[in-house]
């Protein structure tokens, strides 16, 4: 049998599918640190420093530092890479500004990206989430036949769009309206605060209303 058949046969409901997709999507602890370091590093540098090189090496260097490690010890690097990258992206911004806070813009960017795609997606009823369940079946589609899971679905879309909403709420205005050291501190303060504590609680969230339920994965047809 193919790894594929045997997660199918393992995961008999949307809620399973969903919560081992989520699983997958964490990085544990490990993980949230990794994201977080190299932002604190960044934050820290230019307040005691106000030098924007400085500053991106430091931040660049601890980056690729995690990566190296993840590296020998042969674990998975893709939650440093995703990190690696958004930071590459910040430095470049910053850099070619000269502006301290624009190493955050690409952050606030992305998540004003997300939500609206998102948000598309519970207009159309096309939910995200709803290929996670895709993705366990082997049929992208399948699941949008059953209205059922295309409003379980829709309601875990919610839970997952909401912290994108709030931090473009909060951290837009203090890029936009504030600037020095003050900016740079809150943008830091910020990204940390609002990053992982929030996309766990979202998740927390979703864990729980998945908990309450038991919605069968119609089995895919050849």
Not at 25 to 30: E, K, M, Q, T, W
Not at 73 to 95: E, K, Y
Not at 121 to 139: H, K, L, Q
Not at 165 to 175: E, N, S
Request: charged letters at 10%; hydrophobic letters at 55%.
């Amino acid at each position: 049998m193919s790894a594929e058949a045997e997660e199918t046969v393992t995961h008999d409901t949307v809620e399973a599918a969903v919560r081992a997709q989520l699983a997958k999507a964490l990085g544990g602890g490990r993980g949230i640190v990794e994201a977080a370091v190299p932002t604190i590093a960044f934050t820290l540098a230019w307040i005691s420093s106000e030098q924007l090189k400085l500053s991106l090496i430091i931040s660049i260097s601890l980056a690729v530092l995690l990566l190296v490690v993840r590296l020998v010890q042969r674990s998975t690097p893709q939650f440093v890479i995703n990190s690696l990258i958004g930071i590459a992206i910040g430095a470049f911004f910053a850099s070619r500004t000269g502006d301290a806070k624009a190493y955050f813009l690409p952050g606030i960017l992305w998540n004003a990206g997300y939500s609206v795609a998102m948000l598309f997606s519970i207009v159309v009823r096309w939910p995200v989430v709803g290929f996670m369940i895709g993705s366990v079946t082997g049929d992208p589609t399948a699941w949008h036949k059953d209205p059922g899971v295309v409003r379980l679905c829709t309601k875990l879309t919610w839970l997952l769009l909401l912290p994108c909403v709030v931090r473009v709420a909060v951290q837009l205005p203090v890029y936009l309206f504030f600037g020095g050291d003050a900016a740079v501190a809150a943008l830091g303060f910020a990204k940390i605060a609002m990053g992982w504590p929030l996309q766990l609680a979202a998740i927390a969230a979703m864990l729980w209303l998945l908990g309450r339920g038991r919605t069968p994965i119609a089995p895919t047809t050849a």
